[in-house]
Nanobody, 114 residues
Framework: VQLQASGGGLVQPGGSLRLSCTAS????????MGWYRQAPGAKRELVAG???????NSADSVKGRFTVSRDNTKNTVNLQMNRLKPEDTAVYYC?????????WGQGTQVTVSS
């Protein structure tokens, strides 16, 4: 399974960004996809994820600001990030998980700074 992520960049506090990630290769119809992030000196943490069943989950720190969505027909997951804060600055990693295991994208930098 290969993951191609896009989006990210530099934004001012209070701004918005959208991340997208598409899985290709030996994908399975039952899977979950989403995003983790890792700030400098910190552990990688789950941001939000969505399963093909429709269930979603997200970190408390992003609830009400970030929305995860997916298109199962395209094996794509999106992360709409609103009201960004400096503490959201991190490298964001897309993931794909099914019975084969977990696969990771290359990471995309999100920087929130004035």
């Amino acid at each position: 399974v290969q993951l191609q992520a896009s989006g990210g960049g530099l934004v001012q506090p209070g701004g918005s960004l959208r991340l997208s990630c598409t899985a290709s290769g030996s994908t399975n119809s039952v899977n979950s996809m989403g995003w983790y992030r890792q700030a400098p000196g910190a552990k990688r943490e789950l941001v939000a994820g969505a399963a093909t069943s429709g269930s979603t989950n997200s970190a408390d720190s992003v609830k009400g600001r970030f929305t995860v969505s997916r298109d199962n027909t395209k094996n794509t997951v999106n992360l709409q990030m609103n009201r960004l804060k400096p503490e959201d600055t991190a490298v964001y990693y897309c993931y794909y998980n099914d019975y084969q295991g977990t696969f990771w994208g290359q990471g995309t930098q999100v920087t929130v700074s004035s």
